[in-house]
């Protein structure tokens, strides 16, 4: 197993790229440290894991919220002893309005403080225990958006997600001296969950749909799986000479 008796903390996991994330954790032998907003789907979600026979904890947090973030981390250092692993994959969608005249200074600060804020809450509280074993991965999720703009998100969503690249690269320099490894991947489009997918088909139509497919090399749309194998990956040894990287996992589209 590639996670044996890890502790790894995962946000945002009560439905899509974080659920498969967490379970495919657990599969891995670690014991997954689950939140999200969404109380209900992240209470079942550790239920899961438990079910496979790994513990799990579970928490109703909102990441750009200091004091959650803080208390989730407390509880589970003092429940486990140690947090081998971080992934900050809990953010906000895409916002409506998105143009860049119709986007108000509360819609901006809400998609930038999900996704970029709560990224940096979350490394920030979970940094003195890793430096103090002197070892721990950090998976960030950024999105395609960040490196060429989104199809369907705003300027604020674009923006957030470049920003979680340039905390990676900063973190993973800071932060490699205490053998910790920060990293990201960029999602392509992965249709992880109902509402994402009604966000997709409401607001392209089926022929542009169609254009983005021929434009992915291997002309489908990513599973959540597939991203989540990706995040194994960086968090498991088999990456401990990688750091500071953002991993494309988007099918070949936009090569760069």
Known sequence: ?????????????????????????????????????????VKKVSQDIEALGQKSLWFEVDVSNRSQVENMVKETA?????????????????????????????????????????????????????????SGRIVNLSSKAGRYGGEV?????????????????????ELGPFNITVNAIAPGVTLSSPRVKKLWMDRKTEEEM??????IPLHKFSTVDEQASVVLFLASDDASYVSGVTIDVNGGWLMS
């Open 1 to 41: 197993m590639r996670l044996e008796e890890k502790i790894g903390i995962v946000t945002g996991a009560a439905q899509g790229i974080g659920q498969a994330i967490a379970m495919r954790f657990a599969r891995e032998g670690a014991h997954p440290v689950v939140c999200d907003l969404n109380a209900e789907g």
């Open 210 to 215: 169609q254009a983005i497919l021929r434009a």
């Open 78 to 134: 003092k429940t486990f002893g140690r947090i081998d692993v971080l992934v900050n994959n809990a953010g906000s969608g895409f916002s409506l309005p998105n143009k860049l005249e119709e986007i108000t200074d509360e819609i901006w600060n809400k998609v930038v403080d999900a996704n970029l804020k709560g990224t940096f809450i979350c490394s920030q509280a979970v940094a003195p225990y890793m430096k103090q074993q002197k």
């Open 153 to 173: 998100g705003g300027g604020d969503y674009s923006s957030a997600k470049a920003g979680v690249m340039g905390l990676t690269r900063h973190l993973a320099r």
